[in-house]
Every structure is written in C-alpha cells, then in structure tokens.
T-cell receptor, first 115, second 114 residues
Framework: AQKVTQAQTEISVVEKEDVTLDCVYETRDTTYYLFWYKQPPSGELVFLIR??????QNEISGRYSWNFQKSTSSFNFTITASQVVDSAVYFC????????????FGAGTRLTVKP | DTEVTQTPKHLVMGMTNKKSLKCEQHMGHRAMYWYKQKAKKPPELMFV???????INESVPSRFSPECPNSSLLNLHLHALQPEDSALYLC?????????????FGPGTRLLVL
C-alpha cells in the first residue's frame, strides 16, 4: 500500500524560529519520487522540491532544507529562521513510477508563523 | 512565461447548470492535469492529459468531462453537479509526461454548487 503521513496537522511558531515538518511514507516500490509543495492562502500549489528514491543526498535551498532517509522512510522539511511569508499549508507527496497515475498526498501541515 | 492561468476564479452554479472551467499554459508543456481539493484536504488527481491523450481516475463521476482542444489548453466541463462537488479545482502542467515530472499549478477555480 502507498501512503504518506504528515502527523503534524498544525504548527505555530514565532518568526525567526526554526521549524521541521515531518513526512513519513510507505511504499513497496524501489523506485519512486517524493515532492514537497507549499499552498499559501491564495490557493495555488508551489513546487518546492523533488527527490527520487535513489538520491538520498540532503538538500539546502536558502532557508529551506530537506532530510531524506530511506532507512526510516522519511522526507522531512526544515525552515530555518521562519518568516511570516512562510505561513501556508505544506504537502508531501509520493509518486510511483510503476503506476504513473498514482500520486498520494499527505494530509498537509498548516504552518502559522507569527510576527 | 511560467504561468498557468485558470478562469474563472470563482464560480457558483446550480445543480442543473452546465459550465466549463478553463486552464491555459504557454510554457510548451506536454502534460496537463486537473485536481479537486476539498477544504482542509489534500488535492486529488482527477484527469491527466499527456501528449493530448487522456488518462482518467476511474473514481471521477461522469458529470466531470475533460477536453483538451490543443496542447496548451485544458477545459473541464461540468454538468448536473452535486453540492458535494463544491471545491477548489486546480489545474497543473508539466514539461514531460508522468506524475514524477515537476508540475506547475494555476491559482484554481473555487466552485460552489447550490
């Protein structure tokens, strides 16, 4: 079974705090892709990162960083020195390459950054 | 131009109406997608057009009918909808085929069915 779990429904932090959003996935496939998307109040989904299952390198992009660990089936996302503009719902998603129409989103984590 | 546009932004329709949602991209992408997103839920994939060939999520009811007139335009025709179809409808496109490709999303159409 394919499944993505974002256990944190809502997180609230004060500006400049660091925050980590958790994503745990389940799949029997050996080849798959993981994504993170941001959905601000305006509604559109904004692509943040894509990882394939063979690339376990962590990635840093400005204040954003991602920690991919196949051993624990996790793909966590950290925002350093959070800002009010980071307030949004963040979705983690799993895509199978075996069945190209199978895309599973997690339930999302609503992040609120207070000034 | 790295934008996916969707019209209208908001739509209110009755259960007997016929309406259409429009999605357009001018990035030369060859795949386009429709998603439905209920409030406080993740998006659900409805349809995929890849190189102008349709793939359907078989759980989508027939009152939703996609149409791809050309590679840059994707419509979603709505007929005899139910109140539970009220949702945000998101369109996306990707350069290559397959959901593993990076998708670029439009702002969505907020649909209310009365």
């Amino acid at each position: 079974a394919q499944k993505v779990t974002q256990a944190q429904t809502e997180i609230s932090v004060v500006e400049k705090e660091d925050v980590t959003l958790d994503c745990v996935y389940e799949t029997r496939d050996t080849t798959y892709y993981l994504f993170w998307y941001k959905q601000p109040p305006s509604g559109e989904l904004v692509f943040l990162i894509r990882r394939n299952s063979f690339d376990e390198q962590n990635e840093i992009s400005g204040r954003y960083s991602w920690n991919f660990q196949k051993s624990t089936s996790s793909f966590n996302f950290t925002i350093t020195a959070s800002q009010v503009v980071d307030s949004a719902v963040y979705f983690c998603a799993l895509i199978r390459t075996y069945n190209n129409n199978d895309m599973r989103f997690g339930a999302g984590t609503r992040l609120t950054v207070k000034p | 131009d790295t934008e996916v546009t969707q019209t209208p932004k908001h739509l209110v329709m009755g259960m007997t109406n016929k309406k259409s949602l429009k999605c357009e991209q001018h990035m030369g992408h060859r795949a386009m997608y429709w998603y439905k997103q209920k409030a406080k839920k993740p998006p659900e994939l409805m349809f995929v057009y890849s190189y102008e060939k349709l793939s359907i999520n078989e759980s989508v009811p027939s009152r939703f009918s996609p149409e791809c007139p050309n590679s840059s335009l994707l419509n979603l025709h709505l007929h005899a909808l139910q109140p539970e179809d009220s949702a945000l409808y998101l369109c996306a496109s990707s350069q290559g085929a397959g959901l593993q490709e990076t998708q670029y999303f439009g702002p969505g159409t907020r649909l209310l069915v009365l």
